[in-house]
């Protein structure tokens, strides 16, 4: 999908990022052993990408319907403070983060790939499904993906996000590419 002013205009305006778990940071599995133990599968470059943004002082949090030990750990590791699980109601716990975080709708990108994301979708200022998100869902996005998800799609995201605010330079500096 391409980029014109309009998105590039959202875009700018981003300052924290939010993001679904299931389908977005992972391909969607749910992995669950006969112990009842639970593991899925992260990109690692999904995970460096929200690292350059946290570098430029972009923030990131994750918000899920699911409650899960493997997301609490991925986001340790990931740096992410703010974590919102079990959400059975995305726009309620949206509209606390703003109210808490004193973020405007137009500070924030959501990133999604189901039904459950749409209402937030019209509650952000640049929202996001990923390529194999459901067809509502990509109906409603400001953005959609070349990637699927789990599979780079928010390592994508993130690169969008820092490039179009001029902050690529910034993160990626330290490996001498730019």
């Given amino acids: 999908m391409e980029v014109n ?5 959202k875009i700018r305006r981003v300052e924290c990022l939010i993001m679904d778990v299931d389908g977005v940071l992972t391909d969607g599995r749910v992995i669950i052993d006969d112990l009842g133990n639970e593991s899925k599968h992260f990109n690692v470059r999904d995970g460096h990408g929200i690292k ?9 949090m994750l918000l899920t319907g699911r409650t899960s030990r493997v997301v609490e750990h991925r986001a340790r590791e990931l740096g992410i403070k703010e974590v919102h699980q079990g959400a059975k ?3 309620e716990v949206l509209d606390a983060i703003m ?3 004193d973020l405007e709708r137009e500070e924030i990108a959501y990133i ?3 039904i459950v994301d749409v209402p937030v979708f019209h509650r952000v200022g640049f929202s996001v499904a990923v390529a194999d998100a459901c067809e509502d869902a ?3 996005a400001d953005y959609v993906t070349r990637h699927k998800g789990g599979k ?3 390592r994508e995201v993130c690169e969008l996000i820092l490039k179009v605010k001029g902050q690529w330079v910034e993160a990626v500096t330290r490996y001498e590419i730019a």
């Fill in 5 to 9: 002013e309009i998105l590039e205009t």
């Fill in 52 to 60: 350059l943004l946290l570098r430029t002082g972009i923030e990131v």
């Fill in 89 to 91: 109601n995305k726009v």
């Fill in 99 to 101: 109210q808490n975080r």
């Fill in 112 to 114: 999604g790939d189901d």
């Fill in 138 to 140: 990509v109906q409603h």
């Fill in 152 to 154: 780079g799609a928010v």
